[in-house]
């Protein structure tokens, strides 16, 4: 199965592509993790990356599409791969279609997690970073047995600045208007499967993996 998995920040995308890429044996192939790897273990792709970053700029398209290519091309990507965080436009996704035609494949899905602002807002607002060892509480869902102090550490804990209420609908602004072209893209393509995010990992999880399995081997 070939899977892009999409969804706006708070919808639980990380997780989610762990539970699935476990569940169907096929590698979780993000670019967050390609990058770093990538730039610590100093590839040529990855040395010219970090002078684009070094330097405050956008890694230009072409470099992340080389190192997106040369991930898929690796053995244990033959069976399949979900991807996460790529391709974030129209653009991004013709490269996607180009280099799985290099390996005479196809995309089979593209999975979109929904979940509703407001409660986009309430999962990440309520988020509490521990300024010690970094474990992430939350006031309503998990929250720490004493308010503002870390359960596993003593540390304090912080409000992060991009967790506020207004930098999230801020941040949902951006991820709709960035992403709505790249859903209408494959919504017509017929390869769009919107999704029910709410409520809790498990359940989200299983009705993933219901879904995906008809297209799995
Ligand atoms: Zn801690």
Redesign the pocket.
Known sequence: MRLVLVGPPGAGKGTQAEFIADHFAIPKISTGDIFRGNVSGGSDLGKLAKKYMDAGDLVPDEVTVAMVRERLAEDDAKVGFLLDGFPRTIGQAHELDAILNEFDAALDIVLDLEVDNDEVVRRLSGRRL?K????VWHVEFDPPKVPGI?D????ELYHRDDDYPDTVRHRLDVYVRQTRPLIEFYNGREQLVGMDAHGPVEDVTERAIALLAPFAG
């Open positions: 521990c010690r060892c970094g474990h870390c596993k550490c003593g540390g």
